[in-house]
């Protein structure tokens, strides 16, 4: 085999930073925000670990990410949500067109327990929203969920500390938020892949009016931890994996 062909099958690998590329394009999926997505040379990138550093929790942050979970369920993919913070406004998720059929909240009790779920879920292909809490992820653990995320040509978006930003992160996508008045979110690009940090952009939330929906018809479950009829598990515990998703 020539270099140039064993350089060009080294550079498919898309855990090798190419540096500033075109190509990165190719590899971004829009996300419902036309300012985010120029911001973001694209939009979110493919199958990758996004971290979201929000200085605030309940800013709005999420609505970040309601166009990405719409479109994703709406084609039945399995939308997991672990360890988020408050309890999530159904309503507004309904209305904001998500299939509520398809979002899964996990609680989890210790941090090798939050890891597990994590990964669990990346391997088998679902969509995961998954937020820090109490713990501190270690770079080798993240490592680990973004090589699954793209195993599985999956998004992960992990909602980290602030304290986190100092720290080194495998994600390919780092941002701040954090919001200086009502109704309005600043974004800040701390690492882009291929590109320079330090861009910014301001987005307008415009409260739309929500009809009001009874909440026991509203069906996204709560666990404490993974439901059984999700697992299948060797005796031995050598297994463990999502099924019949």
């Not at 909240?105 to 969509?127: C, D, F, P």
């Not at 992820?137 to 793209?150: E, F, H, N, T, V």
């Amino acid at each position: 085999m020539h270099n140039s062909e064993i350089l060009n099958n080294l550079l498919l690998n898309r855990s090798i930073w190419r540096g500033s590329s075109k190509l990165a394009l190719k590899n971004n999926l829009p996300n419902g925000h036309r300012d985010l997505d120029i911001l973001l040379k694209g939009g979110w990138p493919k199958a990758e670990l996004v971290e979201l550093v929000s200085r605030q929790e309940g800013i709005g942050e999420l609505n970040l990410l309601l166009p990405t979970l719409e479109n994703h369920t709406q084609n039945d993919g399995l939308c997991v949500l672990l360890d988020p913070p408050y309890q999530l406004y159904a309503p507004a998720w309904e209305e904001a067109n998500i299939n509520l059929r398809q979002v899964l909240i996990v609680r989890s009790q210790k941090y090798n327990e939050w890891l597990w779920t994590a990964e669990t879920v990346m391997r088998n292909g679902s969509l995961l929203l998954a937020w820090a809490g109490n713990h501190i992820p270690r770079y080798s653990d993240l490592r680990k969920l973004k090589i699954a995320a793209l195993d599985n040509q999956q998004h992960i978006f992990l909602f980290n500390h602030t304290n986190t930003l100092s720290m080194a992160s495998p994600a390919a996508l780092r941002l701040e938020i954090y919001s200086a008045k009502l109704h309005e979110l600043i974004v800040v690009v701390r690492k882009l892949k291929g590109e320079y940090g330090g861009e910014s952009i301001h987005i307008k939330q415009i409260g739309a009016p929500i009809k009001h929906i009874p909440l026991n018809k509203l069906l996204a479950p709560v666990y404490s931890s993974f439901p059984e009829k999700y697992l299948s598990l060797k005796q031995d515990g050598s297994e463990k994996n999502i099924s019949n998703i």
